[in-house]
C-alpha cells in the first residue's frame, strides 16, 4: 500500500460511500483478488475489503514509487440559525433520524450528492442537507441557515376520530387513530396527506382534519366520511368477503337488516365494518334505509345444491378449477355440495366444511338413486 501521509480506507465494497472496514497504513502488505472501475477487493490484516487502485503499487514504498495522496475527507460545522439539524438514515427528506446535531457541531464529510453529505458527527453516520454545513464554524463569520423545517398541527374532526395510516392513500392500513385535539408534528405534505408523527407514531392523515390552531379556539374540520346502509336480501344472508371478488374467502354472513358502516364503494363492491369485522359486500346487496321501512329486498347472492353422482369410486374435489391442481378432498357418491359458480366445465363448490372445484360432469341436480343417472367417473379421476 502506498500512501504519502495518514492511513487509506478499506471499504465493505468499491464505492467512496460505502462504509469503513478497517484503515491500513502506508506499506501494509495486501493480497489483491481482482481490479474493477478503479476499486481492488482485497484482504489485508485477516480482513476483506476493497481500495481504490491508485493507492496500491507493485513495490513497497520507499523503492521505486512515489506516494499518492491518502483517501479525502473534509470538517465542516452544523450551521442553522435556530433549533437543530436531523441528521438521516439515508440522503432523503423522509429517511428516519438518526440523531440531532445542535449548531456548531464539528462533522467529518465522507461525500457530497444530490444536495446531501455524507458524514460522521457524535460516532454515528448519517446524511444530513449541505445546506445547512459551513466550512467555518458558526461565529467565525458564516452566515446561519434554516434547519429542516416541521410543523405542529391538530386533528380537528367534529364528531369521531382520524384514521392515521401507514401511506398517503385512502385504502393503506390504520396503524393509529387519533383523537379531537391530537397534536401532531408534521414532516411533510403532498396531494393532500400530510407525513406526520403522533403519539409516538409515524403516518400519514389527510391534511383537511388538520388545523394550526388546537380544536377551540375557533377551526373546525369534518371528520373521514362514512356511511350507514343495511343488508337488504329477499331470504337467506349476504356473504362478506375478504376482497372485492366472488372468489374471495367469505369472513361473514349477514342476515338482513344488518347494520353496516360503509367506507367506500368501487366496482360493484363496497368496503364495511359489521359486527365489528372489515370486509366487502355487492353493493346491490344494500340500502339506505332499513328493511321494512320503504325499501326494496333484493335477491341474495346465488348458490345451487348438486349432488356428487359418479357411478363407482370417488370425484377429486382440487384446488383450482385444473386437472393439474392439488386435491383437497374425495368425495363420495351422493355427497351433497353448495355450487357457488361454474365455469368452463368446473364448479366452484363447498363441501364437507371444505372449499374446492369439481368437474361438472359428475354433478346432478337430485341424489343418485331417485331420478339421475350416474356419470362415468373421471376415469377414476385419473387418480387426480
Do not use: C, F
Not at 359428475?362 to 373421471?378: A, F, M, R, V
Request: net charge positive.
Amino acid at each position: 500500500m502506498n500512501v504519502s501521509t495518514g492511513s487509506l480506507n478499506m471499504r465493505k465494497s468499491g464505492s467512496d460511500s460505502a462504509s469503513i472496514v478497517a484503515k491500513l497504513t502506508r506499506g501494509t502488505q495486501v493480497t489483491v483478488y481482482s481490479e474493477s472501475k478503479g476499486w481492488a477487493k482485497i484482504k489485508a490484516n485477516g480482513k476483506d475489503g476493497y481500495v481504490s487502485t491508485k493507492y496500491l503499487s507493485a513495490t513497497k514504498p520507499g523503492t521505486v514509487t512515489k506516494a499518492e495522496a491518502t483517501v479525502k475527507t473534509t470538517t465542516k460545522y452544523v450551521n442553522v440559525s435556530t433549533g437543530s439539524l436531523n441528521m438521516r438514515k439515508s440522503g432523503k427528506a423522509t429517511a428516519s433520524i438518526v440523531a440531532i446535531l445542535s449548531k456548531g457541531t464539528k462533522v467529518t464529510v465522507y461525500s457530497e450528492s444530490n444536495g446531501w453529505s455524507k458524514i460522521k458527527a457524535n460516532g454515528k453516520d448519517g446524511y444530513v442537507s449541505n445546506k445547512y454545513l459551513s466550512a467555518s464554524k458558526p461565529g467565525s463569520g458564516s452566515t446561519a441557515v434554516t434547519p429542516a423545517k416541521t410543523t405542529t398541527k391538530y386533528v380537528n374532526v367534529n364528531t369521531g376520530s382520524l384514521n392515521m395510516r401507514k401511506s398517503g392513500k385512502a385504502t393503506a392500513s390504520i396503524v393509529a387513530i387519533l383523537s379531537k385535539g391530537t397534536k401532531v408534528t408534521v414532516y411533510s405534505e403532498s396531494n393532500g396527506w400530510a407525513k406526520v408523527k403522533a403519539n409516538g407514531k409515524d403516518g400519514y392523515v389527510n391534511t383537511k382534519y388538520l388545523s394550526a390552531s388546537k380544536p377551540g379556539s375557533g377551526s373546525t374540520a369534518t371528520p373521514e366520511k362514512t356511511t350507514t346502509k343495511y343488508v337488504n336480501v329477499s331470504s337467506g344472508t349476504l356473504n362478506m368477503r375478504k376482497s372485492g371478488s366472488e372468489s374471495a374467502s367469505v369472513v361473514a354472513k349477514l342476515s338482513k337488516g344488518t347494520k353496516v358502516t360503509v367506507y367506500s364503494e368501487s366496482k360493484g363492491w363496497a368496503k364495511v365494518k359489521a359486527n365489528g369485522k372489515d370486509g366487502h359486500v355487492s353493493t346491490k346487496y344494500l340500502s339506505t334505509t332499513k328493511p321494512g321501512t320503504g325499501s326494496t329486498a333484493v335477491t341474495p347472492e346465488k348458490t345451487t345444491t348438486k349432488y356428487v353422482n359418479v357411478s363407482s369410486g370417488t370425484l377429486n374435489m382440487r384446488k383450482s378449477g385444473s386437472d393439474s391442481a392439488g386435491i383437497v378432498a374425495k368425495l363420495s357418491k351422493g355427497t351433497e355440495v353448495t355450487v357457488y359458480s361454474e365455469s368452463n366445465g368446473w364448479a366452484k363448490i363447498k363441501a364437507n366444511g371444505k372449499d374446492g372445484y369439481v368437474s361438472t360432469d359428475y354433478l346432478s341436480t337430485t341424489k343418485p338413486g331417485t331420478d339421475s343417472k350416474p356419470s362415468i367417473p373421471e376415469k377414476r379421476q385419473r387418480n387426480m
